[in-house]
Nanobody, 121 residues
Framework: EVQLVESGGGLVQPGGSLRVSCAAS????????MSWVRQAPGKGLEWVSA????????YYSDSVKGRFTMSADHATNTLYLQMNSLKSDDTAVYFC??????????????WGQGTQVTVSS
């Protein structure tokens, strides 16, 4: 059974840093693509970053490029999103998701429950 469990969200001040994690089970990163997707209050889904087969150079949206870093620990099958220089616009629920094509939400077959990140002073 595929499971994705996010953790590490919380309240952080503007300019601060936070790292969220996604523990995966039931599959391995090396055979698929993984994405981080976020949803701000009252808004739709926004793709944040993606990693193919756990070994490629991550892809990032323009809104987070240079501030966020996605990585994978194959030993523990855990995905990470290190978020630096956080802004209030980064406030959202962050989801990790398994996908066959990070550009098409129809290709996303498993989602975690999400973890709330709030950037506020």
């Amino acid at each position: 059974e595929v499971q994705l469990v996010e953790s590490g969200g919380g309240l952080v001040q503007p300019g601060g840093s936070l790292r969220v994690s996604c523990a995966a089970s039931g599959f391995t990163f090396s055979r698929t693509a993984m994405s981080w997707v976020r949803q701000a209050p009252g808004k739709g889904l926004e793709w944040v970053s993606a990693l193919y087969r756990g070994i490629s150079t991550p892809y990032y949206s323009d809104s987070v490029k240079g501030r966020f870093t996605m990585s994978a620990d194959h030993a523990t099958n855990t995905l990470y999103l290190q978020m630096n220089s956080l802004k209030s616009d980064d406030t959202a629920v962050y989801f990790c998701a398994k996908t066959w094509d990070y550009t098409d939400y129809r290709a996303y077959d498993y989602w975690g429950q999400g973890t709330q990140v709030t950037v506020s002073s």
